[in-house]
């Protein structure tokens, strides 16, 4: 037997409880063959065997982002860059800048700015953009995609005027005039987004391929992505019939629509080890940044809300009973949950639907699980709910989080120590492009929780921080769970799909802090070398 490739001169760390570690990998036919010495590894080597030398540096299993916008990051990857601007006059100067080189009235989207990181904390308004945007209309949101800013021209095509009602699950923010300022939340996004001309077959693949290719400069071997699939499943079938797809996709579809899927005979989740479908998302409430995170108690500096409930939570008993549609199916839930309430409204859904068919495994998923009650904590366990979960937002939001939520509920925030104690299935993903798609990222975050202002050095809520080999494990093998995956991917193991990433040191010899400055090496996805540093 001769291996396709091995990996020589590294640090393995493999997942497997049967064998943590080792110091080669050896790979046949797109699945590993061994795990074990070096000179294991050479036996297997002959002259057509690649030889992949890790330079002394780590050997992981393929990071798996259980959560990501996939197509809407590569869109991302050429628009307009908001994201660290920092302040709003900043905004409107990138905005212009941007403009200038489009096609008049071609829309300009995405952005992804922050607010919290400006001079008091200023939302933006329309006629800050309107004067550098004359021709193009324009709809930037929010970093975390549940607030957005239209200029005029935009809110003049989609037709919001002052008369216009909220949107259940939605609020359009107005000034004393009564007049638009141009902010539009949660299901409010959408009187603005079906205006928006649709992406054309080649912009899909552009967008789709410029993502592939950063994921794989990144060691992302997987993806959990929560666009609809079924704007782009087409494209990434393309992709991969012309052999430039680097990454294996887990796709989602919106559980409002399960009934007509079920119609068309979708039972359980099928496709292959590259392409597969079969988890269906759905909202409960927004984002805590936007103030639409829904709480039992309103938010400390903004005492006359309590956030909002999602729409798809309207009318009572309906998501209910779309999860139990999509549970007689075999398909999995993912639903959306920030807000102490919203996860206690989600946990409930999934334990009533539970009671059809108590035994079935049903790994239902709560999407961030960000903000809890501490009641709630051992649910996720005791009903086998996996917390899909993004370490890069806790060090984000606690710049600002205990200003918006008071001491008490901030210590029960990104509760991972907590979840992992209490038995809960972890699963670590960034939300791509909210946050940065660099897994190092987010280990570091998980395990120093250090704030991105720099003003936590000993990490904020550290009691809630956990070790880098749990975060590692979240990353692969609890991402694979999470996706019904765990027999073929996850671990460094004879007979597992070979998908691994080679790092440029031991991040288990180097300090937590000192993470981040790690690069990737190399990856390799189905045992071939999709990047090389």
Known sequence: MEAGLVVLNGRVRTMDPRRPEARAVAVLGGRIALVGSEEEARDLAGPATQ????????VLPGFNDAHVHFLQGGVQLAGVQLRDARSPQELAERLGRFAAG????????????????????????????????PRNPVFVCRL????????????????????????????????????????LKDAAMGLVYRVVPPMSPPEIADALRAATDHAASLGVTSVQSMDPLSDHLAALQDL????????????????????????????????????????????????????TAWFY??????????????????????????????????????????????????????????LDDPSSDRRS?????QHLRSQDIARFARRGVVASVQPSHAIDDGRWAKSTLGPERCLTSYPWRSLLDAGARLALGTD???????????????????????RHPGGWIPEQAITLEEAVRAY?????????????????????????????????????????????????????VVYRR
């Open 240 to 291: 991969r019939a012309a052999g430039v797809l680097k990454t294996r996709v887990y796709g989602a579809l919106p559980l409002a629509h399960s009934a007509a899927l079920l119609q068309v005979g979708l039972r359980t989740p099928f496709g292959d080890e590259v392409l597969r479908l079969g988890l269906l998302k759905a909202f409960s409430d927004g984002s805590l940044g936007s103030k």
């Open 102 to 133: 489009q096609p008049p009235e071609s829309w300009i989207l995405n952005g992804l700015w922050d607010h919290e990181g400006w001079p008091g904390a200023p939302l933006p308004t329309r006629e800050l953009i309107d004067a550098v945007t």
């Open 144 to 183: 975390d995609c549940h607030m957005g800013l239209a200029n005029s021209l935009a809110l003049r095509l989609a037709g919001v005027t002052r008369d216009t009602a909220d949107a259940p699950g939605g609020l359009i923010l107005r000034g004393a005039d009564g007049e638009p300022t141009g902010i």
């Open 51 to 58: 030889v992949l030398d890790a330079e002394g540096g780590l």
């Open 365 to 369: 998923r709560v999407e961030h699980a």
């Open 297 to 354: 108690e309103p938010y400390t500096d903004d005492p006359s809300t309590c956030g909002l409930a999602g729409e798809e939570m309207e009318p009572e008993g309906a998501m209910l009973e779309r999860v139990r549609v999509a549970d007689r199916a075999g398909l999995q839930v993912a639903i959306h949950a920030i807000g102490d309430r919203a996860n206690a409204e989600v946990l409930s859904l999934f334990e009533e639907a539970a």
């Open 476 to 528: 692969t093998a609890g991402s694979a769970y999470a996706e019904f995956q765990e027999a073929v991917k996850g671990t460094l193991a004879p007979g597992m799909l070979a998908d691994l990433v080679v790092l440029s040191q031991d991040l288990f010899a180097c300090p937590p802090e000192a993470i981040p400055e790690a690069h990737v090496h190399a990856t390799v996805m189905g045992g071939e």
């Open 432 to 454: 791509w492009p909210v946050a940065s798609l660099d897994p190092l990222l987010g280990l570091y975050a998980a395990v120093t929780r250090r704030t991105t202002d720099g």
